[in-house]
């Protein structure tokens, strides 16, 4: 009853109420900028992981090679469907597909941009999450055995449609008497995808196998496996036995390898963040120190009179300790109300920023992503909460204190 009669400030005592509104407004935003960028974090982590696992194999297999007669180490495949077939039979695997692959240019009039080709059976194609069922699609993907499919990004930047031509050209062509001449191709487009990943979707182009095998010169051979397995997240105890099952002289590259380092600049970038948002919330709960400083300043007197009148120095730190602790309950209880609710409509919201700035403030280009992805989750909103209510509480006892150890002779001296 005391702490909730000294917290309704009268106007008097106005230093006292905009000390405590400045400290309640503090800690909501900094426990919202909290919970904010926790959600960030996780969304961020979790679309790039996403993509990543939705149109790239979780490992792939490749042959470690032989040197030929022109001191060149081939390291491409002629059994495949073998390695296939027992690396498919692997307790956990999915779906283990042999490919070609190969770098080429692609050009449609006097547009031209370097392209991936991928190699690959219609079948296995259809199991691939990202390309199968993608974000946005045109096409049928059961078409693909009549042409070429590509990312919408080699779309755009060729300036083709569905149904349009696309010519590829490798410099790696026929050999003739007087040496090697570029191949040339043209494809009907018969599927556009968006795997949801701007560097796949602007590099990205799939060929029937028996096509990419023609055009690379690589008829009965295959370039590597690529292996999908159950719990991606766990590819580490896959890549032993896929291995032994391929046999000898296999190798093994897994998606934390080629995204590995990504991953842990992330990592290190989360904990950087978590800490200096943490001093932020401190900040402002030290706010909640100098209001009580004053408050117990201010009520001097009446520390004395319930003094004298038998209340002891634990129900004097009770009071000022509810006084502190109330307006970090209260700050935190709107923070997470805000931060989830920014959390939660980013989407229009980054909408509107953009609007505002009149566009370009998120390049796909440099992030890898087409939107700002936020994610809640419960452990990254109880550990904001646990944050402000443990700075909120542990910087309210030493004005507390303070207010329990005043001698009541001093408070009443002057009175």
């Not at 990004?153 to 490798?170: M, N, T, Y």
């Amino acid at each position: 009853m005391i702490a909730w009669r000294y917290l309704r400030a009268r106007r008097a005592e106005g230093g006292v109420s905009t000390m405590t509104w400045i400290s309640l407004i503090g800690i909501t935003l900094a426990v919202a900028a909290l919970i904010i960028t926790l959600a960030v974090r996780t969304g961020f982590r979790a679309e790039f992981v996403d993509t990543i696992l939705g149109a790239n194999a979780h490992v792939t297999i490749y042959s470690a090679g032989e040197v030929t007669a022109q001191n060149r180490v081939d390291r491409t495949i002629t059994d495949f469907d073998a390695w296939a077939d027992r690396i498919g039979a692997v307790e956990g695997v999915t779906r283990a597909a042999p490919l070609v692959k190969g770098q080429v240019m692609a050009n449609n009039a006097d547009r031209n941009i370097g392209v991936q080709v991928f190699g690959i059976r219609a079948d296995d194609l259809k199991s691939i999450p990202g390309i199968n069922n993608p974000e946005t699609a045109t096409g049928s993907i059961e078409d693909f055995e009549d042409g070429i499919a590509i990312g919408l990004g080699v779309s755009r930047e060729l300036g083709i449609g569905l149904g349009d031509k696309i010519k590829l050209i490798s410099p790696n062509g026929v050999k003739t008497a007087f040496g090697t001449s570029p191949r040339v191709n043209v494809y009907d487009v018969t599927y556009i995808f968006s795997a949801g990943r701007y560097d796949i979707d602007s590099t990205r182009v799939y060929l029937p196998f028996a096509e990419a095998q023609s055009f690379f010169n690589k008829e009965g051979v295959a370039d590597e496996i690529e292996v999908m397995v159950e719990a991606p997240e766990e590819i580490n105890d896959y890549v032993g036995p896929t291995l032994r099952a391929a046999g000898e002289g296999a190798l093994a590259w897994t998606w934390e390898d080629s995204a590995g380092a990504f991953l842990r600049a992330l990592e290190i970038e989360d904990n950087v963040m978590f800490i200096i948002l943490s001093v932020l919330v401190l900040i402002a709960s030290m706010n909640i120190v100098s209001g009580l400083i004053m408050l117990v300043k201010n009520k001097g007197r009446d520390i004395g009179i319930l003094r004298t009148m038998g209340l002891t120095e634990g129900s004097v730190l009770r009071v000022f300790f509810l006084c502190g602790s109330v307006t970090g309950i209260a700050g935190t209880i709107f923070g997470v109300i805000l931060g989830c609710l920014f959390a939660t409509y980013i989407d229009p919201i980054f909408a509107f920023v953009n609007y505002l700035s009149g566009g370009g403030v998120w390049d796909p280009s440099i992030r890898g992503i087409y939107a700002l992805p936020a994610k809640l989750q419960t452990g990254d909103v109880l550990s904001a909460v646990a944050m402000s209510l443990g700075l909120s509480f542990i910087v309210t006892i030493f004005p507390a204190r303070r207010a329990a150890r005043m001698n009541p002779v001093e408070a009443l001296r002057y009175e």
